[in-house]
């Protein structure tokens, strides 16, 4: 199975910053991830889809980089509504795995 | 509007069934991979199965192989999960998800997800 490590499990940041969550592979997956967005008692939301392709409807300040085993979401400039719950997901092979997940909290 | 609505979770005791359904809408539903993934109290996300367009190809994590099903009804317009022998360690909230791209497992479509409570 492939293993997704997301770093860190949690950070705090303000309004306006700059955030950047790594995501790690136990193997190579090419560019087949995914990034999520889940807000408390919420089902997830798509952000980013192959690695950096942008999910309609999200703002352009979310982005994702990365191949093989080193992924990243930054998110340009923090605003209120984007403090939640990120989850990377491996779409490489089965079974498909998630992060363990980073809460971007409020500073 | 694509929309997916779960149903059947509850209360169920160690070793007990359930079948869970999602009636999908607002997207031709035999065109594209559906799955199952439950988040347990307070944890991240699990997957749990997935199912091609025409149920040609089924997948299953290890943790409910032998004990879970995942079918459809593309007539009807429906995903199922029979869930058998349950434990405790299954209790979760679980969605129904739409694959963006028929076998790109990417969900860019959820439920809201129904609650599966096993206890005693």
């Known amino acids: 199975d492939i293993q997704m490590t997301q770093s860190p499990s949690s950070v705090s940041a303000s309004v306006g910053d700059r955030v950047t969550i790594t995501c790690r592979a136990s193997?190579?997956?090419?560019?087949?991830l995914a990034w999520y967005q889940q807000k408390p008692g919420k089902a997830p939301k798509l952000l980013i889809y192959?690695?950096?392709s942008l999910q309609s409807g999200v703002p352009s300040r979310f982005s994702g980089s990365g191949s093989g085993t080193d992924f990243t979401l930054t998110i340009s400039s923090l605003q209120p509504e984007d403090f939640a719950t990120y989850y990377c997901?491996?779409?490489?092979?089965?079974?498909?795995?998630f992060g363990q997940g980073t809460r971007l909290e409020i500073k | 509007e694509v929309q997916l609505v779960e149903s059947g979770g509850g209360l169920v005791k160690p070793g007990g069934s359930l079948r869970l359904s999602c009636a999908a809408s607002?997207?031709?539903?035999?065109?594209?991979?559906m799955n199952w993934v439950r988040q347990a109290p307070g944890k991240g996300l699990e997957w749990v199965s997935s199912?091609?367009?025409?149920?040609?190809?089924?997948y299953y994590a290890d943790s409910v192989k032998g004990r879970f099903t995942i079918s459809r009804d593309n007539a009807k317009n429906s995903l199922y999960l029979q869930m058998n022998s349950l434990r405790a360690e299954d209790t979760a909230v679980y969605y129904c998800?739409?694959?963006?791209?028929?076998?790109?497992?990417?969900?860019?479509?959820w439920g809201q997800g129904t609650l599966v409570t096993v206890s005693s």
């Open positions: 998800a739409r694959d963006k791209i028929s076998g790109s497992y990417y969900f860019d479509y």
């Open positions: 607002g997207f031709t539903f035999s065109s594209y991979s």
């Open positions: 199912i091609s367009s025409s149920s040609s190809y089924i």
């Open positions: 193997q190579g997956i090419s560019s087949w």
């Open positions: 192959a690695a950096s």
């Open positions: 997901q491996q779409a490489n092979s089965f079974p498909l795995t």
